[in-house]
């Protein structure tokens, strides 16, 4: 079975790849993407991705230099929502990911808290896009922390 779970190495490209390609200047990097993504999952819909990709990279979606890389840009895409809903349908601690400049950061340890701030508004961000979450007091509550934070 291929792991879902993405190496630092492929968390880089795929970040770079992010930072790099996107020509529309409302497009999500990779801690943003993150940030979304971990809304979206753990919201009270489902939501599929071919509902969600133009709201992160623009109407005309990500932009690609050959067919192999499409493949394998998607693919990491793939699996880093496929993990994201392992871990956060089960037990299993998600971390925000603190991505910039070809470099990954550790929250834990005090880094990039501008990052932080990212994936807060983000996740905030997609608890908007699915209107619902508003709609749930406790919900509301439970995000106040993390508008602190954005």
Same mark, same amino acid.
């Given at each position: 079975? @291929?792991? *879902? /779970?993405l190496?630092? *190495?492929?968390? $880089?490209?795929?970040g770079d790849?992010?930072s790099?390609?996107? !020509?529309? =200047?409302?497009?999500m +990097?990779? *801690?943003?993407?993150?940030?979304?993504?971990?809304?979206?999952i753990?919201? #009270?819909q489902?939501?599929? #991705?071919?509902?969600?990709? #133009?709201?992160a990279f623009?109407?005309?979606?990500l932009?690609? !230099?050959?067919e192999?890389e499409?493949?394998?840009?998607?693919?990491? @895409?793939?699996?880093?929502?496929n993990?994201? &809903?392992?871990?956060?349908t +089960?037990?299993i #601690?998600?971390?925000?990911?603190l991505y910039? $400049? +070809? $470099?990954l950061f !550790?929250?834990?340890k005090?880094?990039?808290?501008?990052?932080?701030?990212?994936?807060?508004?983000a996740?905030?961000?997609? /608890?908007?896009? !699915? +209107?619902t979450?508003v709609?749930e007091?406790?919900a &509301?509550?439970y995000l106040? =922390?993390?508008?602190?934070?954005?």
């Amino acid at each position: 079975m @291929l792991s *879902t /779970t993405l190496n630092a *190495t492929e968390l $880089k490209q795929l970040g770079d790849f992010l930072s790099s390609r996107n !020509d529309h =200047p409302e497009s999500m +990097g990779l *801690t943003e993407l993150h940030g979304f993504l971990c809304a979206l999952i753990s919201g #009270p819909q489902l939501i599929m #991705p071919s509902q969600w990709h #133009p709201y992160a990279f623009g109407e005309k979606g990500l932009k690609f !230099d050959s067919e192999e890389e499409a493949q394998e840009i998607l693919m990491l @895409l793939s699996r880093l929502h496929n993990h994201l &809903v392992y871990q956060l349908t +089960g037990e299993i #601690p998600c971390q925000p990911i603190l991505y910039e $400049k +070809g $470099k990954l950061f !550790d929250y834990q340890k005090g880094q990039a808290e501008h990052l932080l701030e990212q994936w807060c508004a983000a996740y905030l961000e997609g /608890t908007r896009y !699915d +209107g619902t979450w508003v709609q749930e007091e406790m919900a &509301v509550a439970y995000l106040f =922390p993390l508008a602190i934070l954005s």
